[in-house]
Each structure stands twice: as structure tokens, then as C-alpha cells.
């Protein structure tokens, strides 16, 4: 059973459409981070974020921690290509700052 | 600044066969982790190292698995014997204690196929 829900699981549009991704949980965090991985490689972070109700800007993509700091969104404007990939995102809870990661969404944005 | 390495990048081997990871984390990084990644799910946790301890290690299946990080640096994991189940990227990650994000850096993993 996964502490994270990310949903979608797929999602697949065209380039310069608006998408935006859930990640879910019954669980405090104490942080939130979001993740990008492409096949073959491992995750690369995209953002932290620490306070509930937080925003962070990054180019064309906005992070969102939930006021609770139970939930978190991303929002892509005008996807690209270059955006495809898994997009995981991970809370950390617990004695150790222990990170536990979602399943995951598998995006693909087609020219 | 060179990342996390990890070798080898793939394995394939019989079940009941011993095999082991390597990971170097980047210099200066206090804080180890080796994950688990089954095709289409996120990273899972097996061990956290803070220098040469194992603070966490509640999820490595200690029948089978065993890791070390004996300097405080490099560290490997070794599976003994593999089951077709543990055919899987195992992940490692390096930290830099005391930040409050604990922000990881990921290595590219090595891809275990048990046969």
C-alpha cells in the first residue's frame, strides 16, 4: 500500500496543452518533494516544499503544498516535449525525515 | 562535480547466485540511501546510512540482503541468494546532512534481472 496516491497514473497530451498532476495522502508531511525520471535514469529533483498552503514557480511549472501538508499539486502550462517523463512525488515523515514515494505519473506530450 | 555513480548498470544472473552493488555518493555527502524501484512504482527505502551507521534499515530483508558502508563513503548492497522477485533498479542516493530539505541526488541505478 502506498502512503502516496499520485494520480493520474498515465497521461498523455499535446504539446501546449495545461495539465496537472495530484499527489495525495491521510499523512502529515514535514516536506514535500517532486521528482522527474527519465527511463534509464534516476530522479531528479524538481522542488521542496516545507510549508502547508506554499507555492513555488518554476519556469512553467507550479508546486503547491497543501495547507494540511497532506497534499501536493503540479501544474505544467504549456507542456513541451521535453516535459515527458515519470513524474514522482515524495514525503517525508517520521523519526528520520524518512522519504516515501508515490507510484508516480507516466507523462507523455506528443509534437 | 561528478554525481552519485553506481555500478554495474545492469545485472543479469540465476536465481540462488550472489550479487552485489556499488555506489559512490558525491564528496562531502554525509548521508546515504539505496532504494528499490519495481517497474512502474516509486523508489522504496532500504537503508539510510548517516556516515558508517545504518540508522534505518527496517525495510532491507535481512535474510537475504546486507549492506556496508565502511568508510563512510562507498557503500554496497549485496542480495544472497537472489529470487526471480528481486529483479528490480536498485537506486542510490547521497545527501548532505543538516539541511533541513534533505535534498537527495540519485545515481542512474543498476537494473537487477534474476532468470
Known amino acids: 500500500t502506498q502512503l502516496l496516491e499520485q494520480s493520474p497514473q498515465f497521461l498523455s497530451i499535446q504539446e501546449g496543452e495545461n495539465l496537472t498532476v495530484y499527489c495525495n495522502s491521510s499523512s502529515v508531511f514535514s516536506s514535500l518533494q517532486w521528482y522527474r525520471q527519465e527511463p534509464g535514469e534516476g530522479p531528479v529533483l524538481l522542488v521542496t516544499v516545507v510549508t502547508g498552503g506554499e507555492v513555488k514557480k518554476l519556469k512553467r511549472l507550479t508546486f503547491q503544498f497543501g495547507d494540511a501538508r497532506k497534499d501536493s499539486s503540479l501544474h505544467i502550462t504549456a507542456a513541451q516535449p521535453g516535459d515527458t517523463g515519470l513524474y514522482l512525488c515524495?514525503?517525508?515523515?517520521?523519526?528520520?525525515?524518512?522519504?516515501?514515494f508515490g507510484s508516480g505519473t507516466k507523462l507523455n506530450v506528443k509534437p | 562535480e561528478a554525481g552519485v555513480v553506481q555500478s554495474p548498470r545492469y545485472k543479469i544472473i540465476e536465481k540462488k547466485q550472489p550479487v552485489a552493488f556499488w555506489c559512490n555518493p558525491i564528496s562531502g555527502h554525509n548521508t546515504l540511501y539505496w532504494y528499490l524501484q519495481n517497474l512502474g512504482q516509486g523508489p522504496e527505502l532500504l537503508i539510510r546510512?548517516?556516515?558508517?551507521?545504518?540508522?534505518?534499515d527496517s525495510q532491507l530483508p535481512k535474510d537475504r540482503f546486507s549492506a556496508e558502508r565502511l568508510k563512510g563513503v562507498d557503500s554496497t548492497l549485496k542480495i544472497q541468494p537472489a529470487e526471480l522477485g528481486d529483479s528490480a533498479v536498485y537506486l542510490c542516493a547521497s545527501s548532505l546532512r543538516g539541511e533541513e530539505s534533505y535534498e537527495q541526488y540519485f545515481g542512474p541505478g543498476t537494473r537487477l534481472t534474476v532468470t
Open positions: 546510512y548517516e556516515n558508517e551507521e545504518a540508522v534505518d
Open positions: 515524495a514525503g517525508a515523515a517520521g523519526r528520520f525525515n524518512k522519504f516515501y
